[in-house]
Structure formats: C-alpha cells, structure tokens
C-alpha cells in the first residue's frame, strides 16, 4: 500500500553499520524467470466480506503439513490481516480476520495489515499501523495464529527530522540470517519520497537501523519505479541476497522490480521486471512473498485491474514460480 503523510523522532530504534552474514561464492551468470499462473489462486471477497474491495499483501508461511497466509483485506473502510489455510499452496480456505487496530494502543483505527509473518515455536508477525498518512511498525506473536498478543506498538518509528524515513514506516519484510532478525521495510520523507532500508534485531522487539539507509532508491525520470518503491520480499540463493520490489511509475501503474546484493546493504537493480499479463492484474503486480523450498521459489503476490495508489485496485492475490536462469552479460553483475 502506498503512503502519504505527518511526524515525530525515532524513538524505539538507535542506528549502526552493519551488513547481513557473508555468503558463498556467487554465480554472476544466474537470473530468474517469473511464470505466474494465469488466475487469482485467492481472490477478493464477496460484498459485506472484510476482503470485499481488496485482498493482497500475501505473508505466506509453511508449516509441516498446512500454509498459512497472513493478508491484507480492505472492505472499503478498514485494512485488517486475515487468515487463509492451504494443503498445497494453491487452493485456500479463508478463516476470517485475526489482527485489528487498537486506537488505545495508538495504532488508529484503519490499519493493522500489510505484514510479515514467520514461523519459530511459534508465529511473529511485523505490520503496518497507526494513521493511514503516517504509519508505523508493529509487531505480535501467537501460538496458532489466531490470537496474538501485541507488543507495545510501534517497535520501529520515524526517523529524526529531515532523514528518509521521517514521516512515515509500512511494508515490513522479515528474513532471519545468523543470529539476527533483518527488516526491510519502506521509508517515507517529507517530500513524500518512498524508498527502502534495513533494520536488525536480536529478539524481533528491539531494532537498530542501518546508518546508511536507504539501501534502495528511486529510479529515473520514466522507470517504472520513479515514483516509489515499496513492498520487499528477500531471500538467499546462488551466494547472493535476492529482492523483489514494488516499483510506482507516474500513472501510478505498480509493477515488480529485482534487485540483488552480496551483503544485504549494497544492492544492484536489475533490469528484470515482472507486469501483469492477466486482465484481472493488467494494471498492479505488487507485495509479493517468498518461499524457497527445496530449490523450488514461489511467490504469491497481490494484483489488481485498477491503476490507484493503495486501495480499491479489486486486488486479489497470484501465484508464481520463479525458475532460475543463465542471463546475458547485462544483467550478470
């Protein structure tokens, strides 16, 4: 979801150098090729259902013998994090909503979605809240993921006055490498610039920003990412940290961008982007998540057929493979 905004400091984050664990060699030569299935594997709900107008920024999360997907539905007033279950990745049955904003907690009353989910002992999950021109990152755990408990909200906020992330937070993603958890999340300025850094934490509660941020900038005067950039998804593979990205062009039409590092902090932009092709994601491919399973990378992914900014795009949510490739000297970095 794209954002606005207003502001404060940081007050829950203190900043440092520091990049993700070394990796192995790394093949230069290796690039990645999308194949979406032609239809919604999860499609929006029905009038008066809390995914009515939108169902998109999957969290998808396996356990030994079921999925969960953690996503966002909008009903035209509120985004909440709803829940659907899968054998197979493919075919879902939704359970309903389990995560809402609580005003008391200072988390406004429209937002408590667009996060990120992984599973140890247990479930934690990362999401978006507080006013919808300027929100936040919270964070929740679960034994089933139906009941959470919420920590105090938010675990992550503004940058001080005049930095990239001073007037807003959202679209965290989490990958855990060595001893610490990573967040890359989007950033918001005051000139309403959207671009993408990098937290750690020991414990999921407790972040320390990297100093350098944004790890991922605009792209230039007519790319498809020139007007923001928004909604990582990260994973490892062939020695080197791979993301895909939303990228917002000037019709505010959303399509996915890639992006790969050695270390997690200095990222390459590749000139691979994945569109829609379908008419029901002709105009946003966007939030996509990961899952690496034995060489095999799928990712679900939102899509919609209206070109708006954040909402009301009759988002629905896709599935894909992607198939690594020999790419030409171009692209090999």
Request: hydrophobic content about 35%.
């Amino acid at each position: 979801m794209a954002l606005c905004v207003a502001s404060l400091g940081c007050l829950s984050c203190g900043y440092s150098d520091f990049r993700l664990p070394a990796l192995p060699p790394a093949d230069p030569q290796i690039g990645y090729q999308w194949e979406p299935r032609p239809n919604p594997v999860l499609p929006h709900g029905a009038a008066g259902d809390p995914d009515s107008h939108d169902a998109l920024n999957p969290s998808v999360v396996r356990l030994p013998h079921e999925y969960y997907n953690f996503y966002s539905g909008y009903d035209g007033k509120t985004w909440r994090t709803l829940l659907a279950s899968s054998a197979d990745g493919l075919s879902w049955v939704k359970q309903g909503a389990v995560l809402s904003a609580d005003p008391a907690a200072g988390e406004g009353s429209s937002i408590a979605a667009n996060g990120a989910a992984i599973y140890d002992s247990g479930f934690d999950y990362w999401y978006q809240a507080g006013a919808p021109d300027n929100p936040q990152i919270g964070f929740a755990r679960s034994k089933d993921g139906r009941a959470w408990s919420k920590s105090a909200f938010p675990v992550i906020g503004y940058g001080p006055r005049g930095s990239w992330d001073e007037r807003a937070l959202g679209d965290p993603y989490v990958l855990k490498a060595g001893q610490y958890y990573y967040l890359f999340y989007l950033g918001q300025d005051r000139a309403r610039r959207q671009r993408l850094g990098v937290a750690r934490s020991r414990d999921g509660e407790h972040w320390t920003k990297l100093r350098s941020n944004p790890i991922l900038d605009l792209g230039a005067y007519g790319a498809f990412d020139e007007m923001g950039l928004g909604e990582p998804a990260v994973w490892i593979a062939h020695g080197y940290y791979w993301m895909l990205y939303t990228g917002r062009d000037a019709g505010e039409h959303r399509r996915l961008g890639m992006a790969r590092s050695r270390d997690g902090v200095h990222w390459d932009k590749l000139p691979t982007v994945f569109a829609g092709a379908e008419p029901w994601d002709s105009q946003v491919v966007c939030d996509a998540t990961i899952e690496l399973q034995e060489g095999r990378l799928t990712a679900w992914f939102g899509g919609g057929d209206a070109a708006r900014p954040d909402q009301n795009i009759n988002g629905q949510i896709g599935m894909a493979t992607l198939h690594a490739v020999t790419v030409t000297a171009r692209m090999a970095k």
